[in-house]
Each structure stands twice: as structure tokens, then as C-alpha cells.
């Protein structure tokens, strides 16, 4: 039997990160034009804010609460013409302490390729640290979930039919309230559609704790090895996830791809679908071109095309 097409998108998409390929030598050399790209995001285009010129006949109403505190507000893109319309629901990243909903590397191509399309996308702002720690965070994406699929209807939308779709930190809420679906019910969040977690590398904070690591995931996961493992999306998944799930990772890093296969290999055990997509692109650019023509954005359109989205 041939392989289903999103399987061959996702395989075409890795062959771009066989040695000699020319796609490979020329998004490497890319890279290293951007390596800075992390540590000085201020400075890309792509870190500024909107607002930036939308597909024809869609809208963006910004800022609305979803919550009490003013950091927990959304801004939704609207197509022309939405009729059952899937939402793609995107989670910045920024190592749990910064970020904006309105920045173009978050949402720019996402909006100008699937709301072009007649999805809706709704980019999201959540409270940050010190004020609140990542498990809080999560509570404030399930709580975002919450009110979209509850307001879906009133935007042509059909609030079943919901991707969460986070990047970086971001990648590590969305992927928290997937591995323990009671984390989003406790919020009042029904059951979404998939998955897509974009670069996360922070899978196994048990692991990544009792190692040297980056002072920034001590401010955020502080030093009790119980405070590790309740925030670990691997040690929180006991059970089969609930929605098919995508984990695209650097395979210019050492660390993302490896904690996605073995997060993807327990969810296996339980019967679970988790694909592992790694592409030759840097963390910022995996954000930055997701929804601009490329195989890259067709290996993720082709896996929700597999799972009924537009």
C-alpha cells in the first residue's frame, strides 16, 4: 500500500536534510547569516509588531479578553467568508517571559496562507514570568481554547475543528495541555482537533534539569524535582493523547529532535499518533516561514489535510 500523501510530504520535507542536497546547503547557509536570530530577535523584521496587509476581504479584531487580566487577550483573523471554518489557535514563544501575539514572525505568513484559505487564526497572549510560571500559563491557553471554541460560532467557525499551534515556549504549553487533556478541562476546554508543537525542546524537564542548562529554565521551573516532572509534557502524558499531534523540531540542534522522538515513542506505547517532522530551518526561521510556500508548509498542510482540515 503507498504511504498516505502527508506521509510523503513529511518524508519530502526530510530529505531537505540529507548531506548534499542544495535545499540543505542553501537554508544552512542561511542559518548561519541568522544565527543570531535567538539571542537578538528584537533586531529581525520579523520580531516587530503588526499591524501588515491582510488577504483580501479579511479582518482582525485585536485585544479581546478571553480572561480578567489584561495580559489574557487574543486577536482573531477573519477570512472573507467563513462558513464551518477550522481555527488555528498560535501560542508564542519567547522562553516564558516575553512575547507578543502581534508579532509578524508569529502570525504574518500563518494569516496570509490559511486565513487565505478560510480558516480562522486566533494568536494569543497569556501572562508571563515572574507573574505566573509555566503550568500557569498553560491554565491561561486552555482558558483562551475555552472561550474560541465557545465564541467559534459567532465567527462563521466550527469550534471542533481547532489546531493548537505553538512555537518555542509556546510549543511547551500547547504541548503540556495535549499530553494531559484534564489540564484544559479543568478551564472549561472541550476536546480540539491536532496538534502542532514547532521546535519545543523542553519535552523532558527531568532531564534538562539534572543537567546543565540555560539559567532562563530556572527562573521558569525553579529547583523541586516535583515542580520538573508536573510541568514535563513527557511525564504528564499517561494515556493516549486525545488528537493527532505534529512535532516539528531543528534538525540544525542537538536537542529538539531527540526529545520529540522520545516523547513521540511513549505516545506510540499508548496508541497515540504523534509524527516527528524534523526540518533543516533554525528555531526563529521554524516559526518565521510556517505558511510560506515551501515544503515545509506542505508537509504541515498535508498533515492536516489528513485529519480533515482545510
Known sequence: MSRPAWLEALAAARDSAQPGNRLRERLLARAALRGADDQSGA???????????LPPGARVERDIAYGHDPAQALDVYLPADAAGAA???????GAW???DKGLLRSVRNKVMHWVARGCVLVSVNYRMLPRARPLEQAEDVARALAFVQRQAR??????TKVVLLGHSAGAHLVSLLAADPQLGARCGAEP???TISIDSAAFDLVRIMSRPHFAFYDE???ADPADWRAASPLHRLQARPSAPWLAVCSSLREDACP???AFAAKAAAFGGQVSVLPVALSHADLNDLLGAPGAYTDAVDAFLHSHGLP
Open 192 to 194: 480540539w482537533r491536532a
Open 220 to 222: 521558569a521551573f525553579g
Open 259 to 261: 526529545q520529540a522522538q
Open 43 to 53: 533586531r529581525h523584521p520579523m520580531a516587530a509588531r503588526g499591524p501588515f496587509e
Open 154 to 159: 459567532a465567527w462563521g467557525a466550527d469550534g
Open 87 to 93: 481555527i488555528l489557535l498560535v501560542v508564542h514563544g
Open 97 to 99: 517571559r516575553r512575547g
